[in-house]
């Protein structure tokens, strides 16, 4: 257990990559929406932008900054990716049991994603986590996607909590850039879409392999209230 984590009450998880494997599913529904626009976009060229808004990386990819089509890439897309989402996510590894063990020691969970509601909820459903988390911010409510910090300040708020009472997990630099812009410590995660190297740039405060290494990080009492 790390003496500087004692005061965290709550955990503000990113979902794709750090929660639930999802991807391939991403980067085929991004790859099938541009091509209606007659652009062909790669896994090479989707996969840097992944953990940003839908909104930035429409625009990332279109190359263009009508409003108008940037909107409708993005909804495309999340069409595109509702559509095969059940058959094509499963949980990240140790998820269920890193979560079920957080709740069990009396943390709160929020999830902070730059996805819509409906597309944060269907993911929880399909991969049955959706009962462990107490609240869920969503790229819907919020102006600025991360690396901006309005996720993770919206998701400390709807746990009650200020953000020094968190602590911010994700599997991109730009989790960590908005977790530490909302003044919270942050864990990176490199089980994900970013390699550990590219992780470390960022300066996380902790860098784990497994989503379980937070149950050895965190108080086993689980936090003082």
């Given at each position: 257990?790390?003496s500087?984590?004692?005061?965290?009450?709550?955990?503000?998880?990113?979902?794709?990559?750090?929660l639930?494997?999802?991807?391939?599913?991403?980067?085929?529904?991004?790859?099938?929406?541009?091509?209606?626009?007659?652009?062909?976009?790669?896994?090479?060229?989707?996969?840097?932008?992944?953990?940003?808004?839908?909104?930035?990386?429409?625009?990332?990819?279109?190359g263009?900054?009508?409003?108008?089509?940037?909107?409708?890439?993005?909804?495309?897309?999340?069409?595109?990716?509702?559509?095969?989402?059940?058959?094509?996510?499963?949980?990240?590894r140790?998820?269920?049991?890193?979560?079920?063990?957080l709740k069990?020691?009396?943390?709160?969970i929020?999830?902070?994603?730059?996805?819509?509601?409906?597309?944060?909820?269907?993911?929880?459903?399909?991969?049955?986590l959706?009962h462990?988390?107490?609240?869920?911010?969503?790229?819907?409510?919020?102006?600025?996607?991360?690396?901006?910090?309005?996720?993770?300040?919206?998701?400390?708020?709807k746990?009650?909590?200020?953000?020094?009472?968190?602590?911010?997990?994700?599997d991109?630099?730009?989790d960590?850039?908005?977790?530490?812009?909302?003044?919270?410590?942050?864990?990176?995660?490199?089980?994900?879409?970013?390699a550990?190297?590219?992780?470390?740039?960022?300066?996380?405060?902790?860098?784990?392999?497994?989503?379980c290494e937070?149950?050895?990080?965190?108080?086993?009492s689980?936090?003082?209230?």
């Amino acid at each position: 257990m790390e003496s500087s984590l004692a005061q965290i009450i709550g955990l503000v998880f990113d979902l794709d990559g750090t929660l639930v494997e999802s991807y391939a599913a991403h980067i085929k529904s991004w790859s099938s929406a541009v091509a209606s626009f007659g652009i062909k976009a790669l896994e090479g060229d989707i996969r840097p932008h992944l953990g940003r808004s839908s909104e930035d990386i429409a625009r990332a990819l279109l190359g263009r900054k009508d409003d108008r089509d940037v909107e409708t890439a993005f909804r495309l897309k999340d069409e595109i990716y509702l559509r095969i989402l059940p058959s094509e996510l499963k949980p990240v590894r140790g998820a269920l049991e890193t979560l079920a063990g957080l709740k069990a020691r009396g943390y709160r969970i929020s999830i902070a994603s730059s996805n819509p509601t409906r597309i944060i909820t269907r993911s929880l459903e399909a991969v049955r986590l959706n009962h462990l988390a107490d609240s869920i911010a969503s790229q819907d409510e919020v102006k600025r996607g991360k690396p901006e910090p309005d996720l993770f300040l919206l998701a400390s708020r709807k746990l009650g909590l200020g953000p020094g009472k968190c602590l911010a997990v994700g599997d991109t630099a730009y989790d960590v850039l908005a977790g530490k812009a909302a003044g919270m410590k942050t864990v990176a995660f490199s089980g994900g879409v970013q390699a550990a190297s590219d992780l470390r740039r960022v300066l996380p405060d902790y860098l784990i392999r497994d989503l379980c290494e937070l149950l050895v990080l965190l108080p086993e009492s689980g936090p003082i209230v």
